[in-house]
């Protein structure tokens, strides 16, 4: 299969991570035979709490964390028959600011091309300082930059070897509203270009707007994979909220539905959306001779899918 004929960036296989214990703990399995396949082209989020095995994963796609066992190809190339390549194929953005505080942008760039193998006459980094908004920054101690600039130079050294797959490990954390609209203009335009793209992120509302598809990983197996869409329409519930008029006194609700007096006047209606249609309830206010002077529905989001995921 050439390169171009590839369908998945990323495939993995019965991957596992233990972690040898110390004389108080035994040995931590931090990863139990992960599947996982991120189709080429896509924005794929990676979702998980704390502790749940998202930074071993990208750890090890990355090369910085030797796995266990199983099989990890990223854009076809295994990485134990092909390791040089599989790296090449990934860059990634750490959550940690990991930068040398004595090198300037320009050279922070050029060192790491230079660690890649990139030879200099095809290296871009005044295209890639451009890109991420450090330009007029580029001859600046590192050290001199703000966290946010400093965030901008993480994206920019991976980036510098033409990588086919991103990683962005909570790239926003910390940031503030412009920079975090720069980076996602930054990310679609990548996308578009043709890069896979994987985001981890706790910001879920992010993940819901950026992602194509999601995984969500926790104590070390991955418990559902799906598209944004279908992973929302499991949640077989929404919300009607009503302001009345008026007071509206108890009346008889159809059966599932439960009603929340709110402090700003308005009323919640929950409801299970596959027995329950918004028009029984409106026709049940009618009845009851309640007056609407208002009204919106609330569908459930992916924090809430991902709560009651984890929870289970």
Same mark, same amino acid.
């Given at each position: 299969?050439?390169?171009?004929?590839?369908? *998945? #960036?990323?495939?993995?296989?019965?991957?596992?991570?233990?972690?040898?214990?110390?004389?108080?703990?035994?040995?931590?399995?931090?990863?139990?035979?992960?599947?996982?396949?991120?189709?080429?082209?896509? %924005?794929?989020?990676?979702?998980? =709490? *704390?502790?749940?095995?998202? +930074?071993?994963?990208?750890?090890?796609?990355?090369?910085?964390?030797?796995?266990?066992?199983?099989?990890?190809?990223?854009?076809?190339?295994?990485? $134990?028959? *092909?390791?040089?390549?599989?790296?090449?194929?990934?860059?990634?953005?750490?959550?940690? @600011?990991?930068?040398?505080?004595?090198?300037?942008?320009?050279? #922070?760039?050029?060192?790491?091309?230079? &660690?890649?193998?990139?030879?200099?006459?095809?290296?871009?980094?005044?295209?890639?300082?451009? @890109? %991420?908004? @450090?330009?007029?920054?580029?001859?600046?101690?590192?050290?001199?930059?703000?966290?946010?600039?400093?965030?901008?130079?993480?994206?920019?050294?991976?980036?510098?070897?033409? =990588?086919?797959?991103?990683?962005?490990?909570?790239?926003?954390?910390?940031? $503030?509203?412009?920079?975090?609209?720069?980076?996602?203009? *930054?990310?679609?335009?990548?996308?578009? !270009?043709?890069?896979?793209?994987? &985001?981890?992120?706790?910001?879920?509302?992010?993940?819901? !707007?950026?992602?194509?598809?999601?995984?969500?990983?926790?104590?070390? +197996?991955?418990?559902?994979? $799906?598209?944004? !869409?279908?992973? &929302?329409?499991?949640?077989?519930?929404?919300? &009607?909220?009503?302001?009345?008029?008026?007071?509206?006194?108890?009346?008889? @609700? =159809?059966?599932?539905?439960?009603?929340?007096?709110?402090?700003?006047?308005?009323?919640?209606?929950?409801?299970?959306?596959?027995? %329950?249609?918004?028009?029984?309830?409106? /026709?049940?206010? /009618?009845?009851?001779?309640?007056?609407?002077?208002?009204?919106?529905?609330?569908?459930?989001?992916?924090?809430?899918?991902?709560?009651?995921?984890?929870?289970?």
């Amino acid at each position: 299969m050439t390169r171009q004929q590839i369908e *998945n #960036a990323i495939e993995i296989e019965g991957l596992r991570k233990t972690y040898a214990g110390s004389k108080r703990t035994g040995p931590k399995e931090a990863l139990k035979g992960v599947d996982l396949t991120i189709p080429r082209g896509s %924005v794929f989020g990676l979702l998980g =709490p *704390n502790g749940a095995g998202k +930074s071993t994963m990208i750890n090890i796609m990355a090369g910085l964390v030797v796995k266990t066992t199983g099989k990890v190809r990223i854009w076809g190339f295994d990485q $134990d028959e *092909n390791p040089r390549q599989s790296r090449a194929a990934i860059g990634v953005m750490p959550q940690e @600011l990991n930068i040398d505080p004595f090198f300037t942008p320009r050279e #922070a760039l050029d060192v790491q091309a230079g &660690l890649y193998g990139v030879p200099r006459a095809e290296r871009r980094t005044d295209e890639i300082l451009e @890109l %991420v908004g @450090l330009t007029d920054k580029a001859d600046a101690y590192a050290r001199t930059l703000s966290g946010g600039m400093r965030r901008r130079l993480l994206l920019g050294k991976a980036l510098v070897h033409a =990588p086919q797959v991103l990683v962005l490990d909570e790239p926003t954390a910390g940031v $503030d509203i412009g920079l975090r609209q720069m980076l996602w203009q *930054n990310v679609r335009m990548l996308n578009e !270009q043709g890069m896979t793209i994987i &985001l981890t992120t706790h910001y879920l509302e992010e993940a819901e !707007q950026m992602c194509d598809e999601i995984a969500i990983i926790d104590k070390g +197996s991955v418990i559902v994979r $799906d598209t944004t !869409q279908a992973l &929302l329409a499991r949640m077989d519930a929404k919300t &009607l909220l009503v302001r009345p008029a008026s007071g509206a006194p108890a009346f008889p @609700l =159809p059966e599932g539905v439960t009603r929340e007096d709110r402090a700003d006047g308005w009323l919640a209606f929950h409801y299970p959306r596959s027995r %329950v249609s918004a028009g029984a309830i409106l /026709a049940a206010l /009618a009845a009851a001779g309640v007056e609407v002077a208002d009204l919106s529905t609330a569908e459930p989001d992916l924090e809430d899918a991902f709560l009651d995921l984890t929870r289970r």
